[in-house]
């Protein structure tokens, strides 16, 4: 295990360094029991790191170690930065929270409800109403995904070549593949983890008129120094991109996209919700600007209230996820927590039985990375590895938010 330079020992900003250690170790046993082949963990306060810990192995074919500046596939942590970019929008009048979808994406002009039937015989009404910016953000749309497998819809997805990890063509067209398929449930009804921040991508591409990779550098990955993350590693990258491995019951975690010949080195359609490459220093920085109100180093992406209303609980009602979600994970993981513009929040720690902070922000990715932002104790983490599904052991995600809250002392 490998302890790398922090910025700040962590006394001095009201940490116990030997309790923060567990955190430390904990993340090194994944790799040393077998469950994992390599991690990497920060965390920070104040936006100054306190811990920075790797273990194992990025590329454990070719024994390449995990590094300071190895690249991880953040899948789904691209969603939080791809919400950003929408805010962004919304900030120049660009866009409305309340704007139909259909005013920038015409082919989304008359959404279709599942109410019956099967995959093969689907029975659908109209939407009661447009899909809006605000749905999308909030995963409240009615789109689903073709990872999950819990509504005939998911299957309609699969079998229109929706897959998660599918790599072809382009975003224009997969998003006017996906607006004629239909809904899980009538928009603003309910929470459904989606592809919606994909559309939401689409939406940025069209309204800047530009490819969603150029609109995301220019907006906030250039602006926070973000320099390492993008949708597609170049040759001179290569040597850093970790592989990446699956879940594999009885044995060691089986070898799904190998570093140096991934095919994160094809170009592809640009996923808004799980196309990034990037590393813990890039995303730590993200987290930064996050907790500071929207700003890093003089460079500002959003505006302190904009940042606040994202974090805010928007599901309908001011509900809980387990109230008005649908399932993900296991049973009760989101007891206590809302979904905001594009984080997990928490609203109720004691609901939830979780050692959190109520408005914190979150959300991982499907190779099984994590962060969290936490305002109130002013505290970020950025925890990285390559495991699908994120299932597999996704209680380490309020673990890990326990391990380094145990730590504080002020």
């Known amino acids: 295990m490998g302890i790398l330079p922090v910025d700040v020992h962590p006394s001095e900003v009201g940490l116990d360094a030997d309790r923060l250690q567990r955190l430390a170790d904990f993340a090194g046993a994944f790799v040393e029991d ?18 920075r810990s790797t273990a194992g192995l990025a590329d454990r074919e070719n024994a390449v170690a995990v590094a300071d500046d190895t690249l991880w596939r953040i899948f789904s942590m691209t969603k939080p930065i791809t919400s950003v970019a929408v805010m962004q929008l919304v900030e120049e009048g660009r866009l409305r929270l309340r704007d139909p979808v259909a005013g920038v994406l015409p082919e989304f002009a008359a959404p279709q409800v599942f109410v019956g039937g099967t995959a093969d015989s689907p029975e659908v009404v109209p939407a009661d109403r447009p899909i809006t910016i605000a749905d999308l953000l909030s995963h409240t749309s009615g789109l689903s995904y073709s990872i999950l497998d819990q509504h005939p819809v998911d299957e309609i997805y699969r079998r229109a070549g929706l897959a998660a990890m599918e790599r072809g063509g382009t975003l224009a067209d ?15 009804t309910r929470w459904s983890y989606s592809m919606a921040t994909d559309v939401l991508g689409r939406v940025v591409e069209v309204l800047d008129d530009r490819p969603f990779a150029d609109c995301l550098a220019d907006r906030i990955l250039e602006p926070l120094g973000m320099d390492d993350t993008s949708f597609l590693v170049p040759d001179e990258r290569v040597g850093r991109l970790s592989s990446c491995y699956g879940f594999a019951p009885g044995s060691e975690p089986a070898l799904l996209d190998a570093g140096p010949t991934s095919a994160y080195r094809e170009p592809s359609w640009q996923s808004g919700g799980g196309g990034l490459v990037s590393t813990t220093g890039d995303y730590h920085r993200f987290c930064s600007a996050l907790l500071r109100g929207g700003e890093l180093d003089g460079a500002r992406i959003l505006g302190p209230r904009t940042v606040r209303s994202m974090m805010s609980n928007h599901l309908p009602g001011g509900a809980h996820l387990d109230q008005v979600g649908d399932p993900l994970y296991t049973p ?36 099984s990375t994590a962060f969290w932002v936490d305002p109130t104790e002013g505290i970020h983490a950025v925890f990285m590895t390559q495991l699908v599904p994120s299932g597999t052991h996704v209680s380490l995600r309020w673990d890990l938010r326990t391990l380094v809250n145990q730590a504080i002392l002020d």
Do not use: K, Y
């Open 332 to 367: 009760g993981f989101f007891a206590g927590c809302g979904f905001g513009l594009g984080f997990a929040t928490v609203e109720d720690p004691a609901v939830g039985r979780i050692l959190a902070s109520r408005g914190e922000a979150s959300w991982g990715g499907m190779a």
């Open 174 to 188: 997969t998003i006017s593949r996906l607006a004629v398929l239909p809904l899980r449930h009538h928009p603003a």
């Open 34 to 51: 077998g469950h994992m082949v390599g991690t990497d963990v920060l965390v920070a306060r104040h936006g100054r790191v306190v811990l």
